[in-house]
């Protein structure tokens, strides 16, 4: 069961560190939404770079903002769609 978490987590974190990738989205954002400051970008760029360690629980806020940004840009295009056709 341990392992099963721990291997859960690290999925977590892969996927917090690949988000981190899309150059599309500045890490000034991302960091305040994480650390509540936008101030935190350097602290944020070194655990993009993997000179620090990025941590379950960032990883999860990571995570929550690119699903939230997500959320957002499906709204728009949904209340568009009308629009488009």
Do not use: C, H, W
Not at 25 to 50: D, F, H, I, M
Not at 52 to 70: A, G, Q
Request: proline letters at 1%; aromatic letters at 8%.
């Amino acid at each position: 069961m341990e392992l099963k978490l721990k291997e859960q987590g690290n999925n977590f974190v892969k996927t917090a560190e690949d988000l981190l990738q899309i150059k599309e989205v500045p890490t000034t954002e991302v960091a305040e939404y994480v650390y509540g400051s936008k101030r935190a970008k350097s602290k944020l760029n070194q655990k993009k770079t993997g000179y620090n360690k990025l941590f379950l629980s960032e990883s999860m806020r990571i995570i929550e903002f690119y699903v939230e940004l997500n959320n957002k840009i499906v709204n728009i295009i949904e209340s568009n769609k009308k629009d488009i056709r």
